[in-house]
């Protein structure tokens, strides 16, 4: 042997023998001591419809197939207040979980969630943060949207009477950065003048026109409005957009639920989430992009984390 190889072979034998100390120093924690626990933090959700309830899964996969197994129901005392969680449990299903979820539901049993998912979390090194931009539900990058609007000026007349989710010149593009939405989710506008809400119709996608003309023929193929007629007397609205607060919300899957007996079916969204928001200048001008304020941070969200041990 030549003293190349001595030498690697000493090495080896340190190496062994540190690993054999360590072994002995961490013993293993037999199956019913090893603690394996999820602690989960939220904040921001309604009360759910009386006959509901959310519920938290975890999701992961087996053979290529999407499984889902159920952690805890649970529902909210108080409008938003911070939910604090701490469960134990199963390694097996730890380790394969990429995603948490809650949903609402109202079946006591059921093997999978419904279609009301409300809030997820991808788990990445024992760590996710909960949030309705979550690959598993709407898929962008909330915090860092932007919303942009132009005016439009009605014919012979300096009123400011359309708002259109647009921008560009020779090429137009989304004013909105909503990606397109999923399942029950949608989106809507509204304006708010003098007092009074003016909606604008609900949408799906920033790259198309909203579900509503109601005061008036379009102006572009996406979400915004000309305000020109009343749709009440088929009149002249005569109303100018200056000043106007303007909102975009997300819309969120929402059960429904005569809490009352009267036949009356009363809606009971999970949160509120104005997604852009702000108010048109007292000098705005015709074809002039304007810029909303990004509202995510008054939205609900949460905190997950995975604690595993082993050994003593």
């Known amino acids: 042997m030549d003293r190349l190889s001595f030498s690697k072979f000493i090495i080896a034998l340190v190496i062994i023998g540190l690993m054999s100390i360590s072994c002995e120093r961490s013993d293993l924690l037999s199956p019913e001591e090893q603690v394996t626990s999820l602690k989960i933090s939220l904040s921001g959700l309604n009360n759910p419809a009386p006959n509901a309830r959310y519920v938290l899964w975890a999701v992961y996969d087996s053979a290529k197939i999407e499984l889902y197994s159920e952690i805890d129901s649970f529902k909210v005392d108080g409008d938003g207040q911070l939910i604090n969680m701490d469960y134990d449990i199963n390694l097996g299903v730890l380790q394969k979980m990429h995603t948490l979820l809650v949903s609402m539901e109202t079946e006591d049993t059921i093997p999978q969630p419904s279609d009301y998912k409300v809030l997820a979390a991808k788990v990445k090194a024992n760590l996710g943060t909960f949030s309705v931009g979550d690959d598993y539900l709407?898929?962008?990058?909330?915090?860092?949207?932007?919303?942009?609007?132009?005016?439009?000026?009605?014919?012979?007349?300096?009123?400011?009477?359309?708002?259109?989710?647009?921008?560009?010149?020779?090429?137009?593009?989304?004013?909105?950065?909503?990606?397109?939405?999923?399942?029950?989710?949608?989106?809507?506008?509204?304006?708010?003048?003098?007092?009074?809400?003016?909606d604008m119709g609900d949408f799906v996608s920033a790259d198309g026109a909203d579900g509503s003309d109601l005061y008036g023929a379009p102006s572009f193929a996406f979400p915004g409005e000309n305000f020109l007629k009343d749709p009440e007397s088929g009149g002249n609205l005569d109303l100018d957009l200056r000043g106007a607060e303007v909102y975009v919300e997300i819309i969120p899957p929402t059960l429904r639920y005569d809490a009352d007996g009267d036949g009356k079916k009363e809606s009971y969204p999970p949160f509120e989430l104005i997604m852009f928001k702000g108010q048109i200048p007292q000098d705005a001008q015709a074809d002039t992009e304007y810029e909303l304020t990004n509202n995510s941070a008054t939205f609900p969200g949460g905190s997950m984390e995975i604690n595993i041990n082993l050994f003593k």
Not at 153 to 169: H, P
Request: glycine share 10%.
């Open 138 to 198: 709407l898929k962008f990058d909330v915090a860092n949207a932007k919303g942009i609007y132009r005016l439009i000026k009605a014919e012979n007349s300096d009123k400011i009477t359309g708002i259109w989710f647009v921008k560009g010149d020779s090429v137009l593009k989304p004013g909105l950065d909503l990606p397109k939405a999923k399942g029950l989710w949608k989106y809507s506008a509204y304006i708010v003048k003098d007092g009074k809400r003016y």
